[in-house]
């Protein structure tokens, strides 16, 4: 019988009515550190099914935006709030991706998430290699695609890259914490990256900081 079926937070997932398990590592995060908040336009990288989009739309509420990007079909979600974008991120430009928040007029996003995974090999260092791939993809988008002082979270395959991806992120962020929901899986080696608000005066498309210091970090923050 597959692992799932027997998995409490899978069960629970089906129970309440949300696309995936996944929505319960999103939720952990964001109730600790409080990264999304009413009104707010998010882009969600590598949404489908759409647990994260659930969650992220019932925050946001009719103020907000949540724009969803996969490879794969994004069944459509009742309310009005999510749009949704079905392609590759390296393919999608950001003209489009902005454009798609309309009637919203937006220049950036407040948050950005990422859930993106690979399709698995089950060797370890390709795994990990391919999702951090992925990763440095959504950090480069982010330098146009984030507003300065946004959010990020973003899944990663824990591997002998980790460390460099975490030095990355904290190039770009103020804060940066890892996280590891009580969702994700024993067996699994998957970390979320958090990053919070994002430093301004970083030159769009790469990582150097040209201005600002780090302004207070709220306590929600702070471990
Ligand atoms: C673990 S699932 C996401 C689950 C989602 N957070 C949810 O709550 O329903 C990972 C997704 O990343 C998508 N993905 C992987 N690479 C991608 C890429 N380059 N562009 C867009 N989506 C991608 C996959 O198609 C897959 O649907």
Not at 58 to 77: K, N, R, S
Not at 79 to 93: A, F, K, T, Y
Not at 108 to 136: E, I, K, Q, Y
Not at 199 to 213: L, Y
Request: aromatic letters at 6%; hydrophobic letters at 35%; proline letters at 8%.
């Amino acid at each position: 019988m597959p692992r799932q079926l027997h998995d409490h937070w899978f069960k629970e997932a089906k129970r309440e009515g949300w696309r995936s398990r996944a929505y319960y590592k999103l939720k952990a995060i964001d109730e600790k550190r409080r990264l999304i908040r009413a009104g707010d336009a998010v882009l969600d990288c590598g949404c489908a099914p759409g647990s994260w989009l659930q969650y992220a739309e019932a925050i946001v509420g009719d103020d907000g935006v949540v724009v969803g990007i996969d490879l794969q079909e994004i069944p459509p979600l009742p309310s009005g709030q999510v749009r949704r974008i079905v392609g590759d991120l390296r393919e999608i430009e950001d003209d489009r991706i902005l454009a798609v928040a309309e009637p919203r007029r937006i220049e950036a996003f407040d948050v950005m998430l990422s859930d993106m995974a690979p399709n698995t090999t089950g060797h370890r260092d390709t795994d990990h290699l391919r999702s951090l791939d992925l990763c440095n993809l959504v950090l480069d988008r982010g330098t146009t695609l984030l507003r300065e002082g946004g959010h990020l979270v973003m899944k990663v395959f824990e591997g002998s890259g980790y460390p460099e991806l975490v030095e990355r992120t904290k190039a770009m962020f103020e804060v940066v914490r890892p996280m590891r929901p009580p969702a994700s899986r024993n067996v699994s080696r998957e970390m979320f990256i958090v990053g919070m608000k994002r430093k301004g005066g970083v030159k769009p498309g790469t990582n150097e900081p040209v201005a600002g210091g780090p302004p207070p970090v709220p306590d929600a923050w702070s471990n």
